[in-house]
């Protein structure tokens, strides 16, 4: 009987196995990983911790983003990613999260020539980031929104090129931004709490600068 059993059980073996590395069990090498980044008081906290170790795991090598929360894209952030030698690539826009001084690290990080920043006309609906051997990718979310379902994709290099190509063809639909600080407008948290409820990520960025204008927001960067 068990004999009978062997050639059953070397039939399912690849399954069984190839389930178990996509979804990232027993092995955290080749993994897809399900998550969910919640509202507690420590969310920026760890969204920066989590940003910094994946960097420093995988490296990084593109970003798609929407405002690009300043409280995550923060200096120790920004820090680790590209340098001259090796720019990150990053889609942005068209509006940037700013903090008081209405300084963006993405911006500076850009005039120092670590990262290449595209302007983004419209707010891109997916937001990922990758390098070789990493995928993140966030579900459709709100601007600023704390809370967001994500998953993470390690070693499985057909799902890291797809969005490759993605990235790719996303680019041709953005500007290469060689001025950021005049080509995006600049938001403040409290400028995004006087907007959000009338914000949609459908808006023209014509729409968008009505808004603005229409609740007396000065978006822009901050002055030299």
Not at 141 to 152: C, D, G, V
């Amino acid at each position: 009987m068990l004999l009978a059993l062997i050639p059953i059980a070397f039939f399912l073996l690849p399954s069984i196995v190839c389930f178990f590395i996509l979804r990232g069990i027993p092995t955290k090498r080749w993994a897809i990983i399900d998550g969910e980044l919640n509202t507690d008081k420590d969310f920026y906290f760890k969204n920066q911790k989590s940003f910094i170790d994946c960097i420093e795991t995988h490296g990084l090598k593109k970003i798609v983003t929407g405002e690009a929360n300043h409280k995550i894209f923060t200096k120790p952030v920004v820090d680790k990613m590209g340098t001259p030698n090796k720019p990150v690539g990053i889609i942005a826009g068209p509006l940037l999260s700013v903090g008081e001084d209405r300084k963006s690290h993405l911006v500076e990080a850009a005039k120092e020539n670590r990262i290449v920043l595209y302007y983004s006309p419209t707010r891109q609906k997916i937001h990922y980031r990758f390098s070789d051997t990493h995928l993140h990718i966030e579900q459709p979310h709100a601007p600023l929104a704390k809370k967001r379902s994500f998953t993470n994709i390690n070693h499985i290099p057909g799902e890291i090129k797809r969005y490759k190509r993605l990235f790719n063809a996303i680019k041709k639909e953005v500007t290469l931004s060689d001025n950021p600080s005049e080509d995006f407008l600049f938001l403040t948290d409290e400028d995004f709490d006087k907007i959000k409820s009338k914000y949609e990520n459908s808006f023209e960025l014509t729409a968008i600068k009505a808004l603005l204008s229409s609740e007396g927001i000065d978006s822009k960067y901050a002055a030299n």
